[in-house]
C-alpha cells in the first residue's frame, strides 16, 4: 500500500542505501604512493587495480535493500513488518562497525603513513537507519489503531 507513510519512508531508506553501495565511501592515501579510492565491495589502489577487501561491507548493507524491498510488500502482517524495520536498522548499525574495522585493517596492512578519509555518502546508511526506525514507529502505531478499532466493535 503506496500510500501509507511507512511505505514512503522504506522507499527513501532504499534510495538511500542505493545511492551508498554504488558511490565512493571513502579513501586511502598512503605516504608516497598515492591515493586509493574505497567502495562498499572493493578499493581502487593508485595504478586502478580493484581489491575487493572491503566485501563484507557490501554483505552487510546489500541485505537491508532486500529486506525492505520485501517489507514494503507484506502490509498485511505488520508485526513481521515492524521486526524486518529493526533489523535494517541494526544492519545499518552493523554497517558502520564494519567500516570502522575495514578502515583500521586496511590502514595496519600497508607499511608506512596511512589516512583514511571518509567521504559523504558515509552518512547515508545512518539516515536510512532514522528513516527505518521512523517507519517501524508508524508500523506500530498503524497495529495499535486496528487494535482500538477491533475493540469499538
Request: a positive charge; glycine letters at 6%.
Amino acid at each position: 500500500m503506496i500510500q501509507r507513510k511507512q511505505t514512503l519512508f522504506l522507499m527513501a531508506a532504499i534510495i538511500l542505501t542505493v545511492m551508498c553501495l554504488s558511490m565512493q565511501i571513502g579513501s586511502f592515501e598512503v605516504a608516497g604512493i598515492g591515493v586509493s579510492k574505497v567502495y562498499n565491495l572493493w578499493f581502487t589502489d593508485p595504478i586502478g587495480k580493484h581489491h575487493f577487501d572491503t566485501w563484507p561491507l557490501m554483505a552487510v548493507l546489500l541485505p537491508t535493500t532486500v529486506i525492505a524491498c520485501y517489507t514494503i510488500f507484506i502490509y498485511h502482517n505488520r508485526k513481521a513488518q515492524a521486526i524486518f524495520c529493526l533489523l535494517n536498522a541494526l544492519l545499518c548499525v552493523g554497517w558502520y562497525i564494519c567500516f570502522f574495522v575495514v578502515g583500521q585493517v586496511a590502514g595496519d596492512k600497508t607499511l608506512g603513513t596511512v589516512t583514511f578519509t571518509p567521504e559523504w555518502p558515509v552518512v547515508l546508511p545512518g539516515i536510512s537507519a532514522i528513516l527505518y526506525i521512523m517507519s517501524r514507529r508508524a508500523i506500530l502505531d498503524d497495529e495499535k489503531l486496528v487494535r482500538s478499532m477491533d475493540r469499538i466493535r
